[in-house]
């Protein structure tokens, strides 16, 4: 069995971030990164930028983690 590279990892951290990030917004009405890093500051729309890509990423990996 292969192990997950070092961006799989990354990439599977930040989703489960966001995701999180999401339902907090959905159920609560908090936006933890908006909270952290200021209501679209350049850090969080850098953060929400690499959830994104994050998610992508995965998307076209889906079959290869899979076998992973």
Do not use: C, E, H, P
């Not at 292969?2 to 995701?19: R, Y």
């Not at 200021?38 to 899979?66: E, F, H, K, P, W």
């Amino acid at each position: 069995m292969n192990k997950l590279n070092l961006l799989d990892l990354v990439s599977m951290i930040l989703v489960i971030v966001g995701g999180l990030n999401w339902a907090l917004v959905g159920v609560i009405n908090f936006d933890l990164v908006a909270t952290l890093f200021g209501d679209m500051s350049a850090i969080s729309r850098i953060v929400y930028t690499l959830v994104g890509l994050s998610a992508v990423y995965l998307l076209t990996q889906l079959g290869n983690l899979g076998r992973k």
